[in-house]
């Protein structure tokens, strides 16, 4: 969904290294989220966030670190990146308003940890 | 949030209705049943959703059983950009923290 875009689109990094993937949405929405994916399975929640003063961890937040900088971002970090950390990873936003119920994602992020 | 089962795989032909089935035989009254499908390495879509009666958009078509426990999500002229993994998922309605749950889905490949 063009709405939302996430960057970079791939990153390879070094084992140690730290780094964020960003996303934006231009859809209004008040809720984002961060998930990854991982090859052949489905998608785990990172962290999830319903409006800027409000953040949540999901089922796999450890060695990750999120800031809702504006309505509009969300910034997913890695604070020491670490192999088994390579996957695919998703934004997707929704809106309170309609029960929050329906998500939209971003085209993703391919991170390779070496 | 009640667990849904759907084949692994199914094949259709291009310009031929896809029918996808699940099974949600546990779904609670407050349950919704989501569609998303994600094509290769892209971002999840949602397709439709529905709680009790049929739905149709411009993508596609839900048809929910009348006591819910299995629904048929309906692509009326499968394309080749029809291919894809597609997600049954059962949802409760006053769900506030919208934490999807992505099962195996079924792999849906449309040929010409």
């Known amino acids: 969904d063009a709405d939302v875009t996430q960057t970079p689109r791939n990153r390879i990094t070094k084992t140690g290294k730290r780094i964020m993937l960003e996303c934006s949405q231009t859809?209004?929405?008040?809720?984002m989220y961060w998930y990854r994916q991982d090859p052949g399975l489905g998608l785990q929640l990172i962290y999830y966030s319903f409006d800027v003063k409000d953040i949540n961890k999901g089922e796999i937040s450890d060695g990750y670190s999120v800031s809702r900088q504006a309505q509009a971002k969300f910034s997913l970090s890695l604070e020491s990146a670490i192999p088994n950390q390579t996957a695919l990873y998703f934004c997707?936003?929704?809106?309170?308003?309609?029960?929050?119920?329906?998500?939209?994602f971003g085209p993703g992020t391919r991170l390779l940890v070496l | 949030d009640a667990k849904t089962t759907q084949p692994t795989s199914m094949d259709c032909a291009e310009g031929r209705a896809a029918n996808l089935p699940c099974n949600h035989s546990?779904?609670?009254?407050?349950?919704?049943v989501y569609w998303y499908r994600q094509i290769h390495s892209q971002g999840p879509q949602y397709i439709i959703h529905g709680l009790k009666n049929n739905e149709t958009n411009e993508m596609a078509s839900l048809i929910i059983t009348e006591d819910r426990k299995s629904s048929t999500l309906i692509l009326p002229h499968a394309t080749l950009r029809d291919t894809a993994v597609y997600y049954c998922i059962v949802r409760i309605a006053t769900d506030s923290w919208g934490k999807l749950q992505f099962g195996a889905g079924t792999q849906v490949v449309v040929t010409p």
């Open positions: 546990t779904i609670s009254g407050n349950e919704y």
């Open positions: 859809k209004g929405h008040d809720r």
């Open positions: 997707a936003t929704s809106d309170s308003d309609r029960g929050g119920k329906t998500q939209y």
